[in-house]
């Protein structure tokens, strides 16, 4: 079996973060591990509060597992300081994981900032440059780029500027915009453009996280880029479209909706 890690925060509502990078791992048929980062008091209408685990920790659970465990695919998520950046990327040096894939999250979907000064800065520096896959939505590709975008083109061009950090390929998510919802995936060669209608559903807590672990989990089981991604985005589509109620706002997505379609739940 394949074995994925993944490195963020964890969420006590259990739709993004740690609990929802787990869950796809699971669903995507590959073993899955952690590391937290911080722990955010969260739910589904949101941000209460945000502890930072200490570095050394955040460095011991690293080493805890590559120390004993193969590791074919790793996510980032929330890196919320300086500190853990820095930390992050050193053990990932040291370790280079096959496939490293950063989804870079700077707030929630519920609202409220998730990392503190500096830290997108420090993300594009020094941990962009080791990542296979990087899968910001537009909100954050506008923050690490300077480049506003209003349509695709906007999109290729933040990619093709991301790209200059030395990560491999660059997702740009275009949920954001009006319309069908058109990602675009970018290799320093080639545009791939991947667009579906979105799904009438407010059920979107844990999307970003969602996906980029999927996309990892798919890189694991030995997908290309192109690959991984289509299989992902095909995945959380269906994981909105069959998502339930859970909470008073916009709930999680149905990370195990094939296991349930066949209990007939």
Do not use: W
């Amino acid at each position: 079996m394949k074995k994925c890690l993944t490195i963020a925060g964890s969420d006590c509502s259990a739709g993004a973060g740690i609990q929802a990078d787990l869950k796809t791992f699971a669903a995507m048929g590959v073993y899955g591990m952690s590391v937290i980062t911080s722990v955010v008091a969260e739910n589904t209408s949101r941000v209460i509060s945000l502890g930072q685990v200490d570095e050394k920790t955040v460095a011991d659970q690293i080493d805890a597992v590559f120390e004993d465990i193969s590791v074919d695919a790793v996510k980032i998520g929330m890196l919320c300081s300086v500190g853990i950046i820095e930390t992050v990327a050193r053990k990932l040096r040291k370790y280079a994981p096959p496939f490293t894939v950063l989804d870079p999250v700077l707030s929630a979907t519920s609202g409220g900032s998730l990392a503190q000064s500096g830290a997108a800065e420090k993300i594009a520096a020094e941990i962009l440059p080791l990542c296979f896959l990087v899968t910001p939505n537009i909100p954050e590709a506008e923050i690490l780029t300077g480049i506003k975008i209003n349509n695709i083109a906007d999109m290729k061009n933040a990619a093709a500027e991301l790209l200059k950090t030395g990560v491999k390929n660059v997702l740009v998510k275009g949920g954001h915009l009006d319309g069908d919802a058109v990602d675009i995936l970018y290799d320093g060669k080639t545009y791939t453009q991947f667009s579906c209608p979105k799904v009438d559903s407010s059920n979107t807590h844990g999307t970003g996280c969602t996906l980029s672990s999927a996309i990892t989990a798919r890189l694991a089981l030995g997908d290309s880029a192109v690959q991984a991604v289509a299989a992902a985005k095909d995945y959380i589509t269906n994981a909105i479209k069959m998502s339930f109620e859970v909470g008073k706002n916009g709930g999680p997505v149905n990370h195990f909706y094939e296991y349930y379609k066949m209990k007939g739940i």
